[in-house]
């Protein structure tokens, strides 16, 4: 499996540089081992797929789930990247978009408990 694959630099760079309101507020809490003292990247790529964050050393992605992924579509998507993933021994968490902007804190409070459970796992 390639971390981070070069064929994916510039998208990886250009989600970085075009986050979403949402991704932004939650990389602000995330940045700079503010949870837990971990290291989490944003806009990590595993493979051919691209998650929002990750955090290296828990194997443990975290998605920001706006209206795309709530199409037909976007779910289809997100089932195969997931398993392709989740394989990978890659625990994946999602987070709506509205959970961002009506509770943050408790965002936070949810992946704090999410990365304690995933640290006890290693």
Same mark, same amino acid.
């Given at each position: 499996? +390639? #971390?981070?694959?070069?064929?994916?630099?510039? #998208?990886?760079?250009?989600?970085?540089?075009?986050?979403?309101?949402?991704?932004?507020?939650? /990389?602000?809490?995330?940045?700079?081992?503010? #949870? #837990?003292?971990?290291?989490?990247?944003?806009?990590?790529?595993?493979?051919?797929?691209?998650?929002?964050?990750?955090?290296? &050393?828990?194997?443990?992605?975290?998605?920001?789930?706006?209206? +795309?992924?709530?199409? &037909?579509?976007?779910?289809?998507?997100?089932?195969? &990247?997931?398993?392709?993933?989740?394989?990978?021994?890659?625990?994946?968490?999602?987070?709506?978009?509205?959970?961002?902007?009506?509770?943050?804190?408790?965002?936070?409070?949810?992946?704090?408990?999410?990365?304690?459970?995933?640290?006890?796992? /290693?």
């Amino acid at each position: 499996m +390639s #971390l981070n694959p070069k064929h994916s630099k510039n #998208l990886r760079k250009h989600l970085r540089n075009n986050m979403t309101q949402t991704e932004v507020m939650l /990389w602000n809490k995330l940045k700079g081992k503010q #949870l #837990l003292g971990y290291k989490v990247r944003r806009q990590y790529g595993i493979a051919d797929y691209i998650v929002d964050f990750y955090c290296p &050393r828990l194997k443990l992605a975290i998605e920001v789930d706006g209206d +795309s992924h709530y199409t &037909r579509k976007g779910k289809k998507h997100d089932i195969k &990247r997931d398993e392709f993933i989740q394989n990978k021994g890659i625990k994946i968490l999602r987070i709506p978009t509205i959970e961002v902007y009506a509770n943050l804190d408790g965002v936070i409070e949810y992946l704090a408990q999410k990365f304690k459970e995933r640290q006890d796992y /290693w």
